[in-house]
């Protein structure tokens, strides 16, 4: 009686101390921090004949569900809650929003068993969704831990092929945090360094800083083996800064033979109390379910200080980023009909005001695109200059070809109109494509900019920005096709072969002051007129596509898109126009 008093006054003390530690990262953990930042806690790894889950039987005071093969099939987080005013009650919870009350222990294996039916389907299959299972009772300690799917390496009948890859993946992912204490389960009759639950724990823990180890089914250890099992608690085999806690749970036979649990902690107790060898690992506070649990606490509460500086740091910066975002986000529209028009009118008049700046360069928008424009159009002139030196090559044989055949002159210094007139339309036709590729390269760029000051100025309302990134488009495309007519037009144009430059004219009168020339004379003339034509039409169009572009792509376009963004101002539908989206409005 005098032990159990003592034991209850420590516990309530142990209470004190860890209570409010455990429930504030459970608290944190139930408002989802956890998918943002990794919270402090204890996962419990090892394989399927380990004894893992008597292990967690014995600490929640209740039975889970047990049976061949894999049981654990979804992470259970068990959050026991002591409470001396409580006989017992539990609550589950799984599916983002699920919940379950009940006050009965031998509930709790068929609550389980559901929700992993419903998260992980009916069968053997596995899911990384995390159940929740809060017990408060008064025979409880205060502790908070994730039990993982048993580790298995050959898959049975009904499950996939790769399941052993599936649970080793989803172990790893809680275990790799580094804020999480590994719980590994080992049979003390097997050879510790094979197990794959400490393996596990070494390849994200390798110098064993944040890894305890349980070791179970002390009963079963061969007679003479006793020596190498105190080798290992003692830490003399395979070095773990948290240490090693042995244990006695209940056996199949005991649970065959319904013992319950609280039974089996007095025969645990009485077990290793009279144990030839073990006897001294229970003042050294080395043995014992108790025992674990106070560890256990002790180390999460530990885990959970020293991660509360950096935790607390990363909160407040996330938490001025979302202030940030939020400073982003408009207050929204008014509900009065009036006012909502006038807000409308408003939302609108800015984006216009925006499309227009763009339009004359008064604002930059990504990237500057009067600059981006100038790029392209030097670009368009290169292609005019690189097209000389073909047309020089070709100039001196055409005009050599037809010289004889065509004869009778339309311009000064020309004894042959004809020669003149096919060798420019012939070559300047050349050019008509790279100018529809200009064309097209400066649509991309002008409406792409359009479209992201809709995104911006819309951001908060899909309807007005699907609207106008719908005219924006029609309307570039209504633009493009004026400026591919004019573009046809200004090539058929040239076609006419014609010019009234002064330098070109008095360049042909010079040469035409001889009254008699020679033949061959005429033809060597020819070449440099051609030269001098060409020269006038690349600067027609070096400045003609550029203006013809600018004019109806950017100047135009803006012009007709802020008209007929206002003309949604006439509609009756202004609550529908000004709806906003989903997430933002909540």
């Known amino acids: 009686m005098a032990h159990e008093d003592g034991s209850r006054m420590f516990q309530d003390q142990l209470a004190e101390k860890v209570r409010p530690f455990i429930d504030l990262i459970d608290d944190m953990r139930s408002i989802g921090i956890d998918k943002e930042l990794p919270l402090p806690t204890i996962a419990v790894v090892g394989d399927q004949s380990s004894g893992k889950s008597s292990v967690l039987e014995t600490l929640s005071g209740v039975a889970l569900p047990r049976g061949t093969g894999i049981v654990t099939r979804c992470p259970l987080l068990l959050k026991l809650c002591n409470d001396r005013t409580v006989k017992w009650e539990a609550v589950i919870s799984y599916g983002g929003g699920k919940v379950i009350e009940f006050d009965e222990p031998s509930e709790v294996v068929r609550h389980v068993e559901q929700a992993q039916n419903a998260l992980a389907g009916k069968g053997v299959g596995i899911c990384e969704d995390l159940i929740t299972l809060k017990i408060t009772s008064s025979t409880v300690c205060d502790l908070s831990l994730i039990d993982l799917p048993g580790i298995t390496r050959v898959a049975v009948k009904g499950q996939p092929e790769d399941i052993g890859v599936q649970i080793n993946n989803l172990i790893s992912k809680f275990i790799k945090n580094k804020r999480t204490i590994i719980l590994a389960v080992v049979p003390c009759n097997v050879d510790i360094a094979t197990t794959e639950a400490l393996k596990m724990a070494q390849q994200v823990d390798p110098e064993g800083t944040r890894t305890l180890a349980i070791l179970t089914k002390p009963d079963l250890i061969d007679p003479g083996a006793e020596k190498n099992v105190l080798e290992i608690v003692h830490n003399r085999v395979i070095f773990l800064n948290m240490g090693y806690v042995i244990v006695k749970c209940r056996g199949q036979k005991q649970i065959d033979e319904n013992m319950s649990i609280s039974r089996a902690i007095e025969e645990e107790l009485a077990f290793f109390r009279n144990h030839e ?34 935790m607390s740091e990363k909160i407040k910066e996330q938490l001025g980023e979302v202030k940030h975002s939020l400073s982003q986000i408009e207050g929204g529209p008014p509900m009065e009909p009036e006012e909502k028009r006038k807000y409308l009118i408003q939302v609108i008049t800015e984006f216009n005001e925006q499309i227009t700046q763009l339009s004359q360069g008064d604002i930059i928008v990504e990237e500057n695109l009067f600059e981006l424009m100038r790029k392209e159009f030097t670009e368009w002139m290169e292609r005019l200059k690189n097209a000389k030196s073909h047309y020089h090559k070709v100039v001196q044989q055409v005009v050599d070809e037809y010289d004889q055949e065509h004869r009778g002159s339309e311009l000064p210094g020309f004894s042959n109109y004809r020669v003149f007139q096919h060798v420019v339309q012939k070559l300047v036709s050349e050019l008509k494509r790279p100018a529809m590729m200009t064309l097209q390269t400066i649509r991309e760029m002008v ?47 040239e076609m006419q072969v014609y010019t009234q430059d002064e330098i070109f004219n008095k360049h042909s009168l010079e040469k035409g002051e001889i009254a008699e020339v020679k033949e061959q004379d005429t033809r060597s ?5 051609l030269k001098a034509y060409y020269e006038i039409v690349v600067q027609r169009l070096a400045d003609q596509v550029p203006m013809l572009i600018r004019y109806f792509i950017l100047k135009q376009s803006a012009k007709i898109v802020c008209s007929e963004m206002l003309d949604l101002l006439h509609r009756d539908d202004t609550d529908n126009i000004l709806q906003e989206d989903s997430e933002i409005g909540q």
């Open 277 to 310: 060898h073990f006897s001294s690992l229970l003042r050294e506070e080395k043995a014992t379910t108790t025992c674990l649990a106070t560890k256990l606490s002790n180390a999460l509460v530990k885990q959970i200080k020293k991660s509360l500086p950096q």
């Open 447 to 493: 409406q792409k900019q359009f479209d992201h000051l809709s995104k911006e100025s819309f951001k908060n309302y899909p309807y007005l920005h699907q609207v106008s990134k719908k005219k924006i488009e029609t309307i570039q495309e209504q633009q493009s096709n004026i400026v591919k007519e004019r573009i046809v037009e200004q090539f058929e144009m």
């Open 525 to 529: 003339k020819y070449p440099g007129l």
